[in-house]
């Protein structure tokens, strides 16, 4: 039986899941993100200005949803300073819960110097969580585990401009999605890659491919985003399609099914010049376009399945698809394990 592993819900909705506005170090207001955002065609906009988070949710309407969320940073060295010679983990935090602004990772001190017109909107709420911060993964890793009970999906950004490797981050724990491209890295000349993505998930963390705009001014607009399966533009019912990764990550290609039946795993998508499927191991296949580009790719698979049900797997097995177009714009999906593909 055909089995649907991107859901086909009514609508796929359009989102930028990072972003700073003039609250902390953006050159745009939130109405002026809104404006410009929904003008092309995004449905919703996570406003993760750094360190504080403030609702946007007068922002909402019929067609626009604000996610309260908002990005913390633990910085080498002297936590309100972000020098280019530190190392840093930046995370996002995205509140389940419309409204909840209480997020449990405070720290007056950490709020950058450059950025002190944010303390207008510190709240006492938010100095009763005041810790400070450290650059030390397991305090991190408390941290996150500390959001996660309070209702917070936690992202891992930018690892490549953060100046992290593969022993930076392979402790994390409590890891929601982690960024496989940011905009404004792009524009700064740090691009990242899957690379983390794909050690994560060999570590056995189940997590999700995020491409996302870190937009602070217009260059980085438009670059990065989600598309959410989701039927209705309800902010509890996009969190649990966010939380089950009922997404795919994109630049440009659409991608409009991901299906397995009888070990083939077919793809339909917009345009493209190649299609992959890559998987926790050596495995992995790709087809090109011809004289016409791919829009419907089948994969037979059912070896891998097979030998991946038997087999001593040094990973947990899975495959993921990335479909690339010919301007070289990419759309990942996130990693479909074994329970699922049966
Ligand atoms: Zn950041
Ligand atoms: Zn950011």
Not at 98 to 115: C, K, L, Q
Not at 116 to 143: C, F, G, S, W
Request: with cysteine; charged share 25%; aromatic share 10%.
């Amino acid at each position: 039986m055909k089995k649907q592993l991107l859901p086909q819900k009514r609508n796929f909705y359009k989102a930028n899941m990072h972003l700073h506005t003039t609250l902390s170090d953006g050159k745009m207001t939130p109405e002026e993100v809104k404006a410009a955002y929904k003008a092309e065609g995004y449905s919703i906009i996570a406003f993760t200005d750094h360190e504080v988070i403030v609702d946007q949710k007068a922002l909402r309407d019929e067609s626009f949803l604000p996610i309260t969320s908002l990005e913390v940073s633990f910085s080498e060295k002297d936590p309100s300073l972000i020098g280019s010679e530190r190392k840093c983990y930046h995370l996002n935090l995205y509140a389940k819960e419309e409204g909840n602004t209480v997020s449990p990772i405070f720290s007056e001190a950490a709020i950058w110097n450059r950025i002190e017109h944010l303390k207008e909107y510190v709240t006492d709420e938010m100095r009763q969580h005041d810790a400070p911060r450290q650059y030390d993964v397991a305090l991190i890793n408390e941290m996150i585990a500390k959001a996660n009970a309070a209702g917070f999906l936690v992202s891992y950004n930018h690892p490549v401009w953060s100046q992290q490797n593969y022993t930076d981050y392979a402790p994390l724990k409590g890891i929601w999605g982690v960024e496989v491209y940011n905009s404004e890295c792009v524009h700064l000349g740090q691009p990242d890659t899957v690379q983390p993505y794909d050690d994560l998930l060999r570590l056995g963390n189940r997590i999700y491919p995020l491409a996302t705009d870190d937009m602070h001014s217009a260059r980085s607009c438009f670059g990065g985003w989600l598309m959410v399966s989701a039927d209705r533009l309800d902010y509890g019912e996009v969190m649990t399609a966010l939380e089950k990764g009922d997404f795919y990550a994109s630049t440009g290609p659409e991608i409009y099914e991901i299906s397995v039946e009888d070990g083939i795993v077919h793809v339909s998508c917009s345009p493209a010049a190649h299609v992959s499927v890559s998987t926790e191991c050596r495995e992995a296949r790709r087809i090109s376009a011809g004289e016409t580009p791919v829009t419907d790719a089948s994969f037979g698979l059912s070896k891998y399945f097979a030998n991946a049900q038997n087999r001593e797997c040094r990973h947990e097995p899975y495959f993921r698809v990335t479909v690339t177009d010919a301007s070289g714009k990419s759309a990942w999906s996130r990693a479909y394990f074994s329970n699922e593909w049966n």
